[in-house]
């Protein structure tokens, strides 16, 4: 196998397996549900309703916790972009010396 055929199989590995994985899932969900007498629709709008209810949490939790994580990079940029000049001043005294 040469190096451009592993990074074809490297680029399509995930979309790959993110489709097998569904089909696999939604082929589950149909078998146990049939087990149970629901119909695929019975489960599909549980899904939705419980989405309905995560991405509700998400909207009311989740922005502001991005909004923290976004102060939180943005420190971390700052130290490091701090610490770097601070290493180029070093190595600038000690060349000069």
């Known amino acids: ?3 451009v055929q592993k990074r074809f199989l ?4 995930w979309p790959f397996s993110i489709t097998t994985s569904a089909l696999v899932l939604g082929t589950m969900m149909q078998y146990i549900a049939s087990m149970y007498g ?6 599909i709008a549980s899904v939705v309703f419980v989405m309905v209810y995560v991405l509700g949490g998400l909207l009311i939790f989740g ?4 909004g923290v994580w976004i102060k ?3 420190k971390w940029q ?6 770097q000049q601070e290493d180029e001043r070093i190595l600038k005294i000690i060349r000069n010396e």
Do not use: F
């Open 78 to 83: 700052d130290a490091k972009k701090e610490i």
């Open 63 to 66: 922005l502001p916790l991005l």
């Open 10 to 13: 490297e680029k399509i590995i």
């Open 72 to 74: 939180i990079s943005e």
């Open 38 to 43: 629901y119909t695929i629709l019975n489960i």
């Open 1 to 3: 196998m040469n190096r």
